[in-house]
T-cell receptor
Framework: GAVVSQHPSWVICKSGTSVKIECRSL??????MFWYRQFPKQSLMLMAT?????????EQGVEKDKFLINHASLTLSTLTVTSAHPEDSSFYIC???????????FGPGTRLTVL | AQKVTQAQTEISVVEKEDVTLDCVYE???????LFWYKQPPSGELVFLIR??????QNEISGRYSWNFQKSTSSFNFTITASQVVDSAVYFC??????????????FGKGTRLHILP
């Protein structure tokens, strides 16, 4: 149990376009999901915490208008990178926490390349 | 503030050698959790171990072992008889409040491990 999926696994887009990444908890309900970003050869940095039915909480330095997060159901959170630019190219990883649970379960990641 | 330091950026060893990855953490809380994750080239994070601050027993799982010492705020990871498949980036991480709704996991910068055949 505790499987988290992400879609797509990789995406290439042109500069200026928007890209949506989905994070799903497949076999459990997740009140809270987290979005991380990992630049090449760097660590995972938390971007935002997403709670079902409420606005996401963004970490300092993360532009909320650029990285739109929607957590409309207990099994799905989406991250939309709006007007993507090459500097947004990164590996985006989500994690999900079971409702009432303590541990985060990580998705396989989505590699975004902006040309 | 919480912080995780992995001083070894990159390590290369020859297959079958033992290798230890260091992790030093900082936290003001008395209750916290420490983790190790493996990230192979595919990118997916693989959970290896979780240890709470009240359990200082060392743990062994096959070729993997972990040494947790609160006195030195360290949680080191040793791979015995390393294999090429162990090549990956290994992250040490810290969480202070996993039961809270908005808890955070703070990751170290990772150690890139190369096992040479």
């Amino acid at each position: 149990g505790a499987v988290v999926s992400q879609h797509p696994s990789w995406v290439i887009c042109k500069s200026g376009t928007s890209v949506k990444i989905e994070c799903r908890s497949l076999d459990f309900q997740a009140t809270t999901m987290f979005w991380y970003r990992q630049f090449p050869k760097q660590s995972l940095m938390l971007m935002a915490t997403s709670n079902e039915g409420s606005k996401a909480t963004y970490e300092q330095g993360v532009e909320k208008d650029k990285f739109l997060i929607n957590h409309a159901s207990l099994t799905l959170s989406t991250l939309t990178v709006t007007s993507a630019h090459p500097e947004d190219s990164s590996f985006y990883i989500c994690s999900a926490k079971r409702t009432g649970g303590r541990w985060q379960f990580f998705g396989p990641g989505t590699r975004l390349t902006v040309l | 503030a919480q912080k995780v330091t992995q001083a070894q950026t990159e390590i290369s060893v020859v297959e079958k050698e033992d290798v230890t990855l260091d992790c030093v953490y900082e936290t003001r809380d008395t209750t916290y959790y420490l983790f190790w994750y493996k990230q192979p080239p595919s990118g997916e994070l693989v959970f290896l171990i979780r240890r709470n601050s009240f359990d200082e027993q060392n743990e062994i799982s096959g070729r993997y072992s972990w040494n947790f010492q609160k006195s030195t705020s360290s949680f080191n990871f040793t791979i015995t008889a390393s294999q090429v498949v162990d090549s990956a980036v290994y992250f040490c991480a810290l969480s202070e409040a996993p039961g809270n709704r908005d808890d955070k996991i703070i990751f170290g910068k990772g150690t890139r491990l190369h096992i040479l055949p």
